[in-house]
Structure formats: C-alpha cells, structure tokens
C-alpha cells in the first residue's frame, strides 16, 4: 500500500522558513517524479514544485528563488525548503507522487505565514 505522509509544516512569520518533508513507502519511489502542490482557503489546488525521477526541477513562479525541491532516493524521501516565506504562502501543502492524474497523494501539511 502507497503512502505519502508529510510534515515540517506550521506558523512562521513573514521573512520565516521551513522545511516540508515528505516521506514514501510501499513503492519503488525511484522511477516516480514527485511534487509539492499546495491549497489556500477558497483557492484551487495548485502545483508549486515538482522534480523528475532524474532530478529536473521546477518551480511556479510565484516561488522561484525562494523555494527549493530535492530528493533523496535511498531514504524516499522528497523535501521542499522554503524561504523568504510570505502571508500568500499560507497553504495546505500537499506531496504527490506519479502526477495529479492517477497519482498518489499525502494527507497536507498546514503552513500559516503570519505575524
């Protein structure tokens, strides 16, 4: 059985940073691209990183220069570091793996960006 379980989310003021991870089992997580989407109240889902199985970043622009995607095959695990984080930042923050169509999902992670 797939599973997704992310965390490293919370509340951190305007200027913050954290450090998503999310952590894959029950398949060969290797050969999947991965990605970070994220969910804002009244907002719909939307993709802020992925990164191939052979490492090729990307990144909406909305977080380019401030965000940064990686992996780490052998322990399955992809990470999203975030900084320079702002109050639009402010999302559920979901890890996907094998795309938004057929893949499969984590539960979220809450980030709250706010003084």
């Known amino acids: 059985q797939v599973q997704l379980v992310e965390s490293g989310g919370g509340l951190v003021q305007p200027g913050g940073s954290l450090r998503l991870s999310c952590a894959a089992s029950?398949?060969?997580?290797?050969?999947?691209?991965m990605g970070w989407y994220r969910q804002a109240p009244g907002k719909q889902r939307e993709l802020v990183s992925s990164?191939?199985?052979?490492?090729?970043?990307n990144y909406v622009d909305s977080v380019k220069g401030r965000f940064a995607i990686f992996r780490d095959n052998a322990k399955k695990m992809v990470y999203l570091e975030m900084n320079s984080l702002k109050p639009e930042d402010t999302a559920v923050y979901y890890c996907n793996l094998g795309g938004p169509n057929g893949g499969y999902w984590g539960r979220g992670t809450q980030v709250t960006v706010s003084s």
């Open positions: 029950g398949i060969t997580f290797s050969i999947y691209a």
């Open positions: 990164i191939t199985k052979g490492g090729t970043k």
